[in-house]
């Protein structure tokens, strides 16, 4: 945050510091995007790359229990407010930075629940939209 901002209290707006950190890492993401196939998890990559044809900008869902589940078999410990927590500092950090909500469907080529496939089928489905995906343009 600025200096003389009250403790835990954050501006409504990125300052100059973090708009050049920000844009510093869109050119890296850019740059990878263009040299090789990536996939890019959170913080608004679908505003970063929205409209670039052959993409797929999927949502990824799950039930509270099943990310709990998985935070344990991670060994990460987190329980339900860190989970929560760590949800709308998401939400925050893109609204800040992009102004946009991440939680609306129309930024979604589609929305994909997790805990209904598991991980390795959410990836095996995304795998074929983006196949088909391609083949339609």
Known sequence: GKLGAGAGTVPDT???EERA???ATEGIIWHLAFRENIVLLGHGGQFLFAGCPGLLH???LA???YRLATAREQGTGRGVAALQRRERE???IVRRHLGADIT???HYDCVLRVDAFGVEGSVA???MMHGRRRSSL
């Open 125 to 127: 489905v995304g795998e």
């Open 90 to 92: 998401r939400r925050r």
């Open 58 to 60: 999927v949502r990824l």
């Open 14 to 16: 990125p300052d100059a």
């Open 104 to 106: 609306r469907d129309e």
């Open 63 to 65: 039930s509270l229990e």
């Open 21 to 23: 950190i920000r844009e």
